[in-house]
């Protein structure tokens, strides 16, 4: 593979600095990329002699950012919820029963049109500077279609969670427990072999915490990883129960007592915020700031999915964080890097540092700060994965 150097960056944003700059930003900076890795980085007048064949690529005067680890989402889906969304706008409150309208779709839909969709949506996240992403299922809610849907998500991503437990079908209305032994039995046994993590929603709506307990340690028992949505529509214990299963992340967490962000602090778990489900449910955007001071790890992540955040866009996500949650750029483009790397429990990610991948972003501006003051432009310029120019 031939060697890339990436030089005259104008702002190079590492994560590989000090705690109390985590964004270890450089100016006038070089990165070489080889064999898929960061081969070396530091200031441009310090580059190493290089042997020939090499591609000399000037950043001009431009920003550099580690590719963005979007670590949760839910991209292999059938149908269309544009009505829906309408609806809210109308003034119609969003309720997590919504997910059921998508399950007829996706149990139709043929694993070709799955994967039509689904291989679009990918390479819509890549041109806007996502090079690492979380898949789930959750859109078919019996067990031929889970399995395709875990499946399907294997073709494009290690990152597989298998989320049955997603909400109760309507086959099973009124029978949740008898739900969630199907979940916990044939198809857990039909998935686990296609996925790395294992999700529940823990939700008024969805299932207790009991039932998402049942859901998470039978996961753990077939080796599968646990993460956990909880909080988004109310407060509730679905977080101290993640902690205490030592969960890599607790995703949306829209309403969190004193207690929640306490018990966060203390542990490893990643709280990894939603922006775009606010801005499409109208519900109050997490105060990140509280999460950020109280030493809580925060993550970003888009939640791609057709019925409460059908957008696929890190930048947006940044931007709407900085508006509405309290957070400077500096902190929101790590919490979409290096805090999604943490979500994934990845340390080869998220990082622009000798030895991790090379998984790169060129903006088409001199400074990250642009991602939040210029919503909305298309200022990805350049992509790399693995050290190979994508975009």
């Not at 990643?270 to 109208?282: A, H, Q």
Request: net charge negative; hydrophobic share 45%; glycine share 10%.
């Amino acid at each position: 593979m031939t060697a890339t150097l990436i030089t005259n960056i104008g702002e190079l944003t590492t994560n590989a600095g000090s705690p109390e700059d985590r964004s270890g930003t450089l100016h006038d900076a070089a990165v070489l990329l080889e064999d898929g890795r960061i081969a070396w980085v530091g200031p441009a007048s310090d580059i190493p002699a290089l042997p020939g064949g090499y591609l000399d690529v000037d950043a001009a005067g431009r920003a550099v950012i580690p590719g963005f680890v979007d670590s949760h989402s839910h991209i292999v889906f059938g149908g269309d919820r544009a009505a829906e969304f309408e609806a809210r706008m109308g003034g119609q409150q969003y309720a997590a029963g919504g997910i059921r309208s998508t399950v007829a779709a996706t149990r139709a839909a043929s694993d070709d049109e799955l994967r039509t969709r689904m291989n679009g949506l990918v390479a819509e996240m890549l041109a806007q500077g996502t090079t690492t992403l979380e898949i789930k299922s959750g859109y078919g809610l019996d067990v031929a279609t889970e399995e395709r849907l875990v499946r399907l998500a294997a073709e494009v991503t290690p990152e597989v969670t298998f989320l049955g437990a997603h909400v109760v079908p309507e086959e099973y209305a009124k029978r949740a427990d008898a739900y969630v032994d199907l979940v916990v039995g044939d198809m857990l046994d039909a998935c686990a072999p296609h996925a790395k993590w294992i999700d529940v929603f823990c939700e008024t709506g969805a299932f207790t915490v009991a039932q998402s307990r049942r859901v998470l340690e039978a996961g753990i028992a077939r080796g599968l990883q646990p993460r956990l949505h909880a909080s988004q529509l109310g407060p509730g214990d679905g977080v101290r129960l993640a902690i205490e299963l030592g969960a890599a992340s607790v995703d949306h967490g829209t309403y969190l007592t004193d207690e929640d962000v306490a018990a966060l602090s203390a542990s490893d778990t990643v709280l990894t915020v939603l922006p775009g489900v606010e801005f499409s449910t109208r519900h109050p955007y997490p105060d990140a700031r509280r999460l950020i001071d109280a030493g809580v790890t925060v993550a970003i992540a888009c939640d791609t999915n057709p019925g409460s955040s059908f957008t696929s866009s890190m930048p947006f996500c940044i931007a709407l964080a900085v508006r509405e949650m309290g957070m400077t750029t500096a902190e929101a483009v790590w919490a979409a890097t290096a805090g999604g790397a943490a979500a994934l429990r990845r340390d080869d990610i998220g990082v622009i540092a000798p030895g991790k991948r090379a998984d790169l972003v060129l903006l088409d501006a001199p400074t990250r700060v642009h991602l939040a003051y210029r919503p909305g432009v298309p200022l990805v310029k350049q992509v790399w994965k693995d050290g190979v120019a994508v975009r």
